[in-house]
């Protein structure tokens, strides 16, 4: 590294050990901030201290299982926590620091749940949502999924405009089960292509793991292969066009099973009237059927708080029971209310005190995690964090698959979280955790913090570039903006938040230190601000 970037590293750590920031985020007493008077409009960064009632069922649920077990709950976290939590959780995004500061300073007792519908219908909410569900989907063109690049494309396309004009979820799913077609042409079909296994069992854990939340490779032979008989007639074809595959019902196949057994234990003839996969799909979308329901209400409260009520969220099983057994079938019951309409789900939980707690526990007792007693610590997601940081720094990043082909190419302002193909990656995605889309399991993805994330965030070039060329400092030596603006600038744009008057005290002082070198002194904050954990983690 150019001595330029080890002396930014070593400034920007000289700053960032001298910030309350990074231990408070971590739990510690947030009543340190308190200093000289500041006329920023916030005292605690991380938590309010209003009144904490139940506003739904959900709280009333989690509430309720709480006191059983005589623990208690966080505070609600503060709104420059929630807005910075929502963005992230509902968009991928960070909010500008414009848009942070508006929330912040705004007085409207209604703000939080007009925010919360206004990000449900923004284009970066099927954006992200798309990218969840991709996961899930195994939206990937080359080894072992082996879409295709143009398949991949039309199949993400299909998924996300399903997510933008809110499909039903019982919908969604029917026309992925049923479809048939071309690859190319009709896009839910690839669900049968996006997998490693296309025979009737391998299909069948496909399905189970999807829709039902369960792993079937678990179950005994007989109840999966009655199960696999559902999806004996899918047949595979080629064209003369290249790398186009027609999906279709191939009532003569050789392995055609006559009938099928449901997991209920219910037995089903096949007519030869109608696919076999209808006849499944019939079942599973009924709002009777325990699996359906269950399986995605579980799924999105874990992209919501990092864990399912059911942990982990596709692992539902007899021995695997639910934190909240009661909050699991209310959920479900307000699901098919709503007639599948996963907005409303997302509305009722982003509007829960519980979701809205802080991160910071009242206790070391580990029942508090598992019982959403406070909000969850993770790590951004690798594509959340790489937008995150191209965004503040007005740059863009590389993407390429390892086979180039036709849709491989991106564009330089492509957002990580809408790449289409999980194939188009990066070495930074890599690195972060990035799922490889190989089985669709929840686990593939992985959040955990590692030695070799940290070094690159404090010490590579790939950063030190990014933050150099930055707008947020690249400019700052002649603009004419006083240090405190500077400061509180930075901090808006990055951790959407308002210094505390220690903070704001600590880095003045950093910035005096440097003799009138505000754009030196400014990238040091950025860099320590970028490295800490209130940045790295969703809280």
């Known amino acids: 590294m150019r001595r330029r970037g080890t002396n930014s590293c070593a400034g920007a750590w000289r700053v960032a050990a001298r910030l309350g920031c990074m231990a408070a985020i971590l739990g510690a007493n947030t009543s340190t901030f308190a200093a000289e008077p500041n006329p920023l409009p916030q005292l605690n960064p991380f938590e309010t201290d209003a009144l904490c009632t139940p506003r739904n069922v959900v709280d009333e649920l989690v509430e309720r299982r709480l006191r059983e077990l005589g623990l208690k709950p966080a505070k609600l976290c503060s709104d420059a926590v929630f807005v910075r939590r929502v963005f992230l959780e509902t968009t991928g995004t960070l909010p500008t620091a414009p848009e942070a500061a508006a929330f912040i300073q705004s007085r409207d007792p209604d703000k939080r749940r007009a925010l919360i519908d206004r990000l449900l219908e923004r284009e970066e909410f099927a954006d992200y949502q798309a990218m969840r569900w991709s996961d899930a989907l195994r939206i990937k063109a080359e080894f072992p999924i082996n879409l295709w690049p143009n398949a991949a494309q039309t199949y993400h396309r299909w998924v996300r405009a399903a997510l933008r004009d809110n499909m039903p979820y019982d919908a969604f799913a029917r026309e992925l089960l049923t479809a048939s077609g071309s690859n190319f042409r009709v896009p839910p079909v690839n669900f049968w292509r996006a997998t490693q296994n296309r025979e009737p069992v391998g299909l069948a854990q496909t399905v189970a793991l999807t829709f039902m939340g369960t792993r079937a490779e678990r179950w005994p032979s007989n109840k999966l292969a009655g199960l696999a008989a559902f999806f004996s007639q899918v047949g595979y074809k080629s064209t003369g066009e290249w790398k186009e595959e027609i999906v279709f019902w191939n009532p003569a196949a050789s392995n055609a099973a006559p009938s099928g057994v449901l997991p209920n234990g219910k037995t089903v003839v096949f007519d030869g009237q109608r696919d076999p996969r209808a006849?499944?799909?019939?079942?599973?979308?009924?709002?009777?059927?325990?699996?359906?329901?269950?399986?995605?209400?579980?799924?999105?409260?874990?992209?919501?708080?990092?864990?399912?009520?059911?942990?982990?969220?596709?692992?539902?099983?007899?021995?695997?029971?639910?934190?909240?057994?009661?909050?699991?079938?209310?959920?479900?019951?307000?699901?098919?209310?709503?007639?599948?309409?996963?907005?409303?789900?997302?509305?009722?939980?982003?509007?829960?005190?519980?979701?809205?707690?802080?991160?910071?526990?009242?206790?070391?007792?580990?029942?508090?995690?598992?019982?959403?007693?406070?909000?969850?610590?993770?790590?951004?997601?690798?594509?959340?964090?790489?937008?995150?940081?191209?965004?503040?720094?007005?740059?863009?990043?590389?993407?390429?698959?390892?086979?180039?082909?036709?849709?491989?190419?991106?564009?330089?302002?492509?957002?990580?979280?809408?790449?289409?193909?999980?194939?188009?990656?990066?070495?930074?995605?890599?690195?972060?955790?990035?799922?490889?889309?190989?089985?669709?399991?929840?686990?593939?993805?992985?959040?955990?913090?590692?030695?070799?994330?940290?070094?690159?965030?404090?010490?590579?070039?790939?950063?030190?570039?990014k933050l150099e060329d930055s707008p947020l400092v690249r400019n700052l030596g002649r603009s004419g903006q006083s240090p405190r603006e500077i400061i509180q600038g930075v901090y808006l744009a990055i951790l959407s938040r308002y210094p505390t008057d220690a903070e704001l005290k600590t880095v003045a002082e950093h910035f005096r230190a440097g003799a009138g070198r505000s754009r030196e002194a400014a990238l040091d904050l950025a860099w320590a601000l970028l490295n800490s954990p209130e940045f790295l983690f969703q809280h």
């Open 279 to 465: 006849l499944f799909a019939d079942w599973l979308v009924d709002p009777k059927n325990p699996w359906f329901t269950r399986a995605v209400v579980n799924r999105i409260w874990a992209w919501l708080f990092g864990r399912g009520i059911v942990h982990e969220p596709d692992d539902l099983r007899p021995d695997n029971p639910p934190s909240h057994p009661d909050l699991l079938a209310r959920l479900e019951v307000e699901l098919i209310a709503a007639r599948y309409d996963l907005k409303q789900l997302y509305r009722l939980i982003l509007n829960s005190q519980t979701w809205q707690r802080s991160c910071i526990p009242t206790s070391n007792d580990p029942r508090a995690e598992i019982h959403f007693a406070h909000y969850p610590l993770r790590r951004l997601d690798a594509e959340v964090l790489i937008d995150a940081i191209c965004r503040l720094t007005g740059s863009g990043e590389k993407y390429t698959s390892a086979i180039p082909e036709p849709f491989t190419v991106m564009p330089a302002d492509q957002r990580a979280v809408a790449l289409p193909d999980g194939s188009v990656t990066s070495p930074f995605l890599e690195l972060f955790g990035r799922p490889p889309r190989d089985t669709g399991l929840f686990a593939e993805r992985n959040n955990r913090i590692t030695a070799a994330q940290r070094l690159h965030l404090l010490n590579s070039s790939h950063i030190q570039r």
